[in-house]
């Protein structure tokens, strides 16, 4: 028998594999507003496991002046990042995209069903804000962040050394005031959050093992490169009103894996009164009067037809993520009319979507390749009439990779 099910398998392999938990200090201030930028180290000289990173914070809003007088910050514990930026070794890994928190907010909204935002309320202090009416002043609250965009996701090499990248920072920029919600306030100088006693805690591993360590070794001394593929992102953004509306934007990468996009009423995007049980900012719309959207990537379409943005949307982004036969959940959209006033959005897909990376074979790397020229993209919705004021927001998804080589000497490949 030349194959034997795993369920069926009895052998055994020793691998000596010690994990730890440590906690990680910021470098800068322990309390920190809005804009601002917080710094956090990994530890050095050790095998560190990605997936384990969370950042625990306290936010909070000031007491308001009467019981009448409410604000709060958005639900999901992403919302306050703006911008996150990774270095290693004093080099830019990832710049960093504005916008961080809303391309988190869209792929949970394709992504996570409502088993799964239960369960980031519980893990992350997420919890859903009433509207304007009933909106409850908030004081304090601990929230984690568990779940991480780019590098540090781990989704692809999940452990990485710091021992031959260097120092790793992870650097968070915070998000600006603009992302509270109120109702009655008559001072605005209360529309304001804090973040204070905050830490990060990792896992750190250590591998006995002889063999694993020379085998890296025998790489970097043969001058061959340890190559670490990871998802990286760029961010763009422009106003729109009319019948026809363009949002133009350029592309240069090895892999281009997706590229995500959605609208908000550009009103939205002040402080506000909640709306939908979350910032009004996070409320993703159609413009009630589109009817097609289509990307135009140089001289090619995405789909080859403008496709109907009300109706066929929703299962090509579906089918975009590799998702559209699963109907039993991954989305927050509770019918067609609550996707098309909160959680609307697009995804195009361009990577490979199928069976895992067979082991040993390292991540695939296999987006559109727009390397050798910068390629005018252009993201066109056409409408039957000229709708209210919107800010179309637009992510290009991308795997980049890090070629370690001996002495800690970088190469990125964008």
């Given at each position: 028998?030349?194959?034997?099910?795993?369920?069926?398998?009895?052998?055994?392999?020793?691998?000596?594999?010690e994990r730890r938990t440590v906690r990680i200090e910021p470098q800068t201030a322990n309390t920190a507003g809005a804009n601002d930028i917080i710094i956090f180290r990994l530890p050095e000289n050790c095998l560190v496991d990605l997936q384990s990173i969370v950042w625990s914070y306290i936010v909070a809003c000031p007491t308001t002046a009467t019981t009448s007088e409410k604000v709060t910050v958005p639900r999901g514990s992403e919302s306050v990042i703006e911008?996150?930026?990774?270095?290693?070794?004093?080099?830019?890994?990832v710049?960093?995209?504005?916008?961080?928190?809303?391309l988190v907010r869209q792929m949970l909204n394709y992504t996570c069903g409502q088993d799964g935002q239960n369960s980031r309320q519980i893990l992350e202090g997420e919890t859903p804000l009433e509207d304007a009416g009933s909106l409850v002043n908030f004081v304090t609250e601990r929230r984690n962040v568990v779940n991480w965009l780019g590098f540090v996701s781990g989704n692809a090499t999940r452990y990485i050394?710091?021992?031959?990248?260097?120092?790793?920072?992870?650097?968070?920029?915070?998000?600006?005031?603009?992302?509270?919600?109120?109702?009655?306030?008559?001072?605005?100088?209360?529309?304001?959050?804090?973040?204070?006693?905050f830490y990060m805690f990792a896992d750190t591993v250590?591998?006995?093992?002889?063999?694993?360590?020379?085998?890296?070794?025998?790489?970097?001394?043969?001058?061959?490169p340890l190559s670490l593929?990871?998802?990286?992102?760029?961010?763009?953004?422009?106003?729109?009103?009319?019948?026809?509306?363009t949002t133009k934007f350029n592309v240069n990468s090895a892999s281009v894996d997706r590229i995500w996009t959605t609208s908000v009423l550009t009103a939205n995007l002040?402080?506000?009164?909640?709306?939908?049980?979350?910032?009004k900012g996070f409320n993703f719309a159609a413009q009630a009067d589109r009817t097609t959207l289509q990307l135009q990537l140089d001289s090619e379409f995405y789909p080859n037809f403008p496709i109907d943005a009300q109706s066929d949307l929703f299962t090509y982004s579906r089918k975009s993520l590799g998702n559209m036969r699963d109907v039993l959940g991954g989305v927050l959209a509770s019918d067609r009319d609550e996707w098309l006033t909160v959680y609307w959005g697009a995804v195009f897909g361009f990577q490979y979507e199928g069976d895992a990376e067979p082991a040993g074979a390292g991540k695939l790397v296999s987006g559109k390749d727009m390397r050798g020229s910068t390629a005018q993209a252009i993201l066109t919705s056409q409408g039957s009439a000229a709708g209210a004021a919107c800010t179309?927001?637009?992510?290009?998804?991308?795997?980049?990779?890090?070629?370690?080589?001996?002495?800690?000497?970088?190469?990125?490949?964008?």
């Open positions: 028998m030349s194959f034997r099910p795993r369920g069926m398998s009895y052998g055994l392999t020793r691998f000596p594999f911008r996150l930026e990774i270095t290693a070794g004093g080099q830019s890994l710049q960093g995209f504005y916008d961080y928190k809303s050394s710091t021992a031959n990248l260097g120092t790793v920072e992870m650097r968070i920029q915070l998000a600006p005031n603009t992302i509270l919600s109120m109702s009655g306030l008559t001072d605005a100088a209360l529309a304001k959050y804090t973040l204070s006693g250590a591998v006995n093992d002889a063999m694993f360590h020379k085998a890296t070794a025998e790489t970097l001394a043969a001058g061959e593929a990871f998802k990286n992102y760029q961010s763009f953004q422009e106003s729109h009103s009319g019948l026809i509306n002040a402080i506000g009164v909640p709306a939908n049980g979350d910032w179309a927001k637009v992510w290009v998804e991308m795997t980049s990779v890090l070629q370690i080589y001996a002495g800690r000497q970088l190469t990125l490949i964008v």
